[in-house]
């Protein structure tokens, strides 16, 4: 039947605290971390780690308290985030392509009580942007910020070079008031839809053992030198891209925003050997017409997630860069439910998600009766197992719809064959994957119904060579509009949402195909679009 149960166990009940402890312990000169040529040893992140987690406690921050990171893959990003970890305080990431809307919900939902940001990036001004909206967020005590001080800002700089004596207030308070690894340490949000955000909760206990689980299915090595080329606000990044070089006391290289000739030169200078993405990344790499002026032979595994890529193009990734390559099925929700091993076969890598992670997880496939069918037969994914979200933050409802008797109700279709491996043939609703990052239609459908000229609009997906899937508009004018373009969305959504959600076609219909109950089939305007691009 297909059920099946990974075998091996994870160490529980370990929080961030303890992993970095390690770290420093028996790597202490070792580079953790490094971005655009700033970097930071274990020793020298352990000391800014402490330094802002006793500003934090000074401040009256405590354990279970909301504290939000707005910031780019920077060095800072990762003290941030273990010193909200190191007191038990919850760290809620926010994208930094995020804008008001998106925002402005996260912190409002979450209650924060500190925003830990860049003052400004790519042009754009966090700074003024939360001034603007500080009004609607009375939880928000305190905005701290990369550079120097701004209007009621705290600079970030001043507190991590502060000379206090962080040992006797951090540890003093951890003595008091120890972490609890079975608490919620981060909400990752995967919408920002207003008036229906979705706060994924996971406790560090979660957190860490999927990250252990990655580097036991991996083969990762005492050299390894990890490569984030996703967010670190990303699930990925919270769940993986950060953690993993700290349990196996290794180096992370961070990339700002993905350029592949820039990841070339990074890979060559570091000698990287754990790239981490989606594999559009590797391919633009690969197509790129310097790739043979840079040395990519310290490569051993490439880490995708994500959309899957053609056999064709995952041949040239292994055979050009040198490597294996590792695949993996997840989401928000439950990190990484499949992955590829290493000595899984190109066919195996292109036609399925893997097999259960280490460690115990489960998946079963079942029917529209939650029976479970039998091998090679397709049903709904379910998972269940330690690194499965607690729930969805102050969301009991929509928490007891997606978890029954503690298995988490996916929402894909998928199948698993003889040897356990779980192909996925269609994706929870209908999310779109474009370039890594996870769009939810509804979320952009909801900001385009108040665009004056839009009577009704859906949005859908459809294949990309690079970008693994785009989105179009179908829109529906209103009466006497005759034309929508591109470039008024694009202006009407600027600032509102991030702009990889922003449509890259319109399509203007009379009306659209329906359900017997009125409901939009956005499966016939796909089918209607991958006809009319393969005429």
Same mark, same amino acid.
């Given at each position: 039947?297909?059920?099946?149960?990974?075998?091996?166990?994870?160490?529980? #009940?370990?929080?961030?605290?303890?992993y970095?402890?390690?770290?420093?312990?028996?790597?202490?000169?070792?580079?953790?971390?490094?971005?655009?040529?700033?970097?930071?040893?274990?020793?020298?992140?352990?000391?800014?780690?402490?330094?802002?987690a006793?500003s934090?406690?000074?401040?009256?921050?405590?354990?279970?308290d909301?504290?939000?990171?707005?910031?780019p893959?920077w060095?800072e990003?990762?003290?941030?985030?273990?010193?909200i970890?190191?007191?038990?305080?919850?760290?809620?990431?926010?994208?930094?392509?995020?804008?008001?809307?998106e925002?402005?919900?996260?912190?409002?939902? @979450?209650e924060a009580?500190v925003?830990?940001m860049?003052?400004? &990036?790519g !042009?754009?001004?966090?700074?003024?942007?939360?001034?603007?909206?500080?009004?609607?967020?009375?939880k928000?005590?305190?905005?701290?910020?990369?550079?120097?001080?701004?209007l009621?800002?705290?600079?970030l !700089?001043?507190?991590? @070079?502060?000379? =206090?004596?962080?040992?006797?207030?951090?540890?003093?308070?951890?003595?008091?008031?120890?972490?609890?690894?079975?608490?919620?340490?981060?909400i990752? &949000?995967?919408?920002?839809?207003? !008036?229906?955000? $979705?706060?994924?909760m996971?406790?560090?206990?979660?957190?860490?053992?999927?990250?252990?689980?990655?580097?036991?299915?991996?083969?990762?090595q005492?050299?390894?030198?990890?490569?984030?080329?996703?967010?670190?606000?990303?699930?990925?990044?919270?769940?993986? =891209?950060?953690?993993?070089?700290? =349990?196996?006391?290794t180096?992370?290289?961070?990339?700002?925003?993905?350029?592949?000739?820039?990841?070339?030169k990074?890979?060559? $200078?570091?000698k990287?050997t754990?790239?981490?993405?989606?594999?559009?990344?590797?391919?633009?790499?690969?197509?790129?017409?310097?790739?043979?002026?840079?040395?990519?032979?310290?490569?051993?595994?490439?880490?995708?997630g +994500?959309?899957?890529?053609?056999?064709?193009?995952?041949?040239?990734?292994?055979?050009?860069?040198?490597?294996?390559?590792?695949?993996?099925?997840?989401?928000? *929700?439950?990190?990484?439910?499949?992955?590829t091993?290493?000595t899984?076969?190109? *066919?195996?890598?292109?036609?399925?998600?893997g097999?259960?992670?280490?460690? !115990?997880?489960?998946?079963k496939?079942?029917?529209e009766? #939650?029976?479970?069918?039998?091998?090679?037969?397709? +049903?709904?994914?379910?998972?269940?197992?330690?690194?499965?979200?607690?729930?969805?933050?102050?969301?009991?409802?929509?928490? $007891?719809?997606l978890?029954?008797?503690?298995?988490?109700?996916?929402n /894909?279709?998928?199948?698993?064959?003889?040897?356990?491996?779980?192909?996925?043939?269609g994706?929870?609703k209908?999310?779109?994957?474009?370039?890594?990052n996870n769009?939810?239609?509804? *979320?952009?459908?909801?900001?385009?119904?108040?665009?004056?000229?839009?009577?009704?609009?859906?949005?859908? #997906?459809?294949? /990309?060579n690079?970008?693994?899937?785009?989105?179009?508009?179908?829109?529906?004018?209103?009466?006497?509009?005759?034309?929508?373009?591109?470039?008024?969305?694009?202006?009407?959504?600027?600032?509102k949402?991030a702009? &990889?959600?922003?449509?890259?076609?319109?399509?203007?219909?009379? @009306?659209?195909?329906?359900?017997?109950?009125?409901?939009?089939?956005?499966?016939?305007?796909?089918?209607?679009?991958l006809?009319?691009?393969? $005429?």
């Amino acid at each position: 039947m297909s059920y099946m149960q990974s075998e091996g166990f994870i160490p529980a #009940g370990t929080s961030a605290d303890k992993y970095l402890d390690q770290a420093v312990k028996s790597a202490a000169d070792k580079i953790a971390v490094i971005c655009d040529d700033n970097y930071l040893t274990y020793n020298q992140l352990y000391d800014l780690v402490n330094k802002l987690a006793a500003s934090l406690l000074r401040f009256g921050i405590r354990r279970g308290d909301k504290i939000s990171i707005l910031m780019p893959n920077w060095v800072e990003h990762v003290v941030a985030s273990q010193a909200i970890l190191k007191i038990g305080a919850v760290k809620v990431s926010l994208h930094i392509n995020f804008r008001e809307i998106e925002i402005l919900t996260a912190l409002q939902h @979450s209650e924060a009580k500190v925003i830990i940001m860049a003052p400004e &990036y790519g !042009g754009f001004s966090f700074v003024d942007l939360i001034n603007n909206i500080r009004s609607k967020l009375p939880k928000l005590e305190y905005v701290i910020v990369k550079g120097p001080a701004e209007l009621e800002a705290i600079s970030l !700089g001043q507190l991590l @070079s502060n000379d =206090i004596d962080t040992k006797e207030i951090v540890d003093g308070y951890l003595q008091n008031n120890p972490v609890d690894p079975d608490e919620i340490g981060a909400i990752v &949000y995967t919408s920002g839809t207003t !008036g229906t955000p $979705k706060g994924v909760m996971h406790s560090q206990n979660n957190l860490y053992r999927l990250a252990y689980s990655s580097n036991y299915m991996r083969g990762v090595q005492k050299d390894e030198v990890f490569f984030g080329m996703l967010p670190l606000s990303s699930a990925f990044g919270v769940q993986y =891209i950060e953690l993993c070089p700290i =349990i196996s006391k290794t180096t992370l290289l961070l990339m700002e925003n993905f350029d592949p000739e820039i990841a070339l030169k990074q890979i060559d $200078k570091y000698k990287v050997t754990s790239p981490i993405g989606v594999p559009t990344m590797l391919i633009r790499m690969l197509k790129h017409p310097n790739f043979k002026n840079y040395d990519v032979s310290s490569v051993r595994n490439v880490y995708l997630g +994500g959309a899957a890529a053609p056999e064709d193009m995952m041949r040239d990734i292994k055979e050009k860069f040198g490597c294996t390559i590792t695949m993996t099925y997840g989401a928000s *929700e439950f990190g990484h439910a499949t992955m590829t091993k290493l000595t899984d076969s190109l *066919e195996t890598i292109c036609n399925t998600s893997g097999v259960p992670i280490y460690g !115990g997880r489960e998946v079963k496939i079942v029917d529209e009766n #939650g029976d479970i069918v039998p091998r090679n037969t397709i +049903g709904e994914i379910y998972v269940r197992g330690y690194g499965t979200t607690q729930g969805y933050y102050k969301d009991p409802e929509r928490t $007891k719809n997606l978890i029954d008797n503690d298995w988490y109700h996916v929402n /894909d279709l998928g199948m698993m064959n003889n040897e356990g491996y779980i192909t996925v043939v269609g994706r929870s609703k209908d999310m779109i994957v474009r370039g890594g990052n996870n769009i939810y239609p509804d *979320e952009i459908e909801s900001l385009l119904y108040r665009h004056p000229k839009i009577a009704e609009v859906s949005i859908v #997906g459809y294949p /990309d060579n690079d970008l693994g899937e785009r989105t179009c508009a179908y829109i529906v004018p209103k009466q006497g509009v005759q034309e929508i373009t591109r470039n008024e969305l694009t202006a009407f959504l600027i600032n509102k949402i991030a702009k &990889y959600k922003f449509p890259d076609m319109v399509k203007i219909v009379s @009306s659209f195909p329906l359900t017997a109950t009125g409901k939009i089939q956005k499966h016939m305007l796909s089918k209607l679009l991958l006809e009319e691009q393969s $005429k």
